[in-house]
């Protein structure tokens, strides 16, 4: 069936430092792909998407770059700031009208 | 540039009553879909409504039951309460009933007593 997994469920960085947060999926059939940010008490923040006929895509201060060989999904920001302290969610479309997520990485930012 | 909206913010319930739960989508968009979050967990889809009908079902039951309105704005229904219903309840909204560019609203926090 669809999954979403994320290889790590916590991640500690350096202010400043860059941050990459991996995810895998294993529905091949997914041909859209998004990263979220949840903070605490809020509803999911729509951070950038890449469709399945690139393999990398820039935003501010965020990269995400897909993997179609390994079935591997990664967001990277860069410079992260204390703001950045949340939990991300990569999510896949499976081919359908639904959005499968993972289980999310806690990224903290330490000072 | 309205977002997505959702109410009530809280709610508490007892097992066995009913609740409903609003959205309205973010402005140009048509389509809302449901999502519910357990605490620690990553949102499971309940269902999709496009053209006032559902067009997509998540593993839900059919105490799980939903409606569109011709405002685009929608409600999520949730009949014969169990404790295990107490999450985080998540509209998301999209243009022309598909899953690109989903923009969620801020949650629904429904718990069962």
């Known amino acids: 069936g669809e999954s979403v997994g994320l290889h790590l469920p916590t991640l500690s960085v350096q202010e400043g430092d860059n941050s990459i947060i991996n995810c895998a999926y294993s529905?091949?059939?997914?041909?859209?792909f998004i990263w979220y940010k949840q903070e605490s008490g809020k509803g999911p923040q729509f951070i950038i998407d890449?469709?399945?006929?690139?393999d990398k895509r820039q935003g501010q201060r965020v990269t995400v770059l897909l993997n179609k060989t390994v079935k591997h999904l990664s967001l990277q920001i860069a410079a992260t700031q204390p703001g950045d302290s949340a939990v991300y969610f990569c999510?896949?479309?499976?081919?359908?009208?639904?959005?499968?997520f993972g289980q999310g990485t806690r990224l903290t930012i330490n000072p | 540039d309205a977002g997505v909206t959702q109410s009530p913010t809280h709610l508490i319930k007892t097992r066995g009553q009913q609740v409903t739960l609003r959205c309205s989508p973010k402005?140009?968009?048509?389509?809302v879909s449901w999502y519910q979050q357990a605490l620690g967990q990553g949102p499971q889809f309940i269902f999709q409504?496009?053209?006032?009908?559902?067009?997509q079902r998540g593993n839900f039951p059919d105490r799980f039951s939903g409606h569109q309105f011709p405002n685009y704005s929608s409600e999520l229904n949730v009949n014969a309460l169990l404790l295990g219903d107490s999450a985080l309840y998540l509209c998301?909204?999209?243009?022309?009933?598909?899953?690109?560019?989903?923009?969620f609203g801020p949650g629904t926090r429904l718990t069962v007593t």
């Open positions: 998301a909204s999209s243009f022309g009933g598909s899953s690109y560019e989903q923009y």
């Open positions: 529905n091949s059939a997914s041909d859209y």
């Open positions: 890449i469709r399945s006929n690139m």
């Open positions: 999510a896949e479309n499976g081919g359908a009208q639904k959005l499968v």
């Open positions: 402005s140009g968009h048509d389509t």
């Open positions: 409504y496009y053209e006032e009908e559902e067009r």
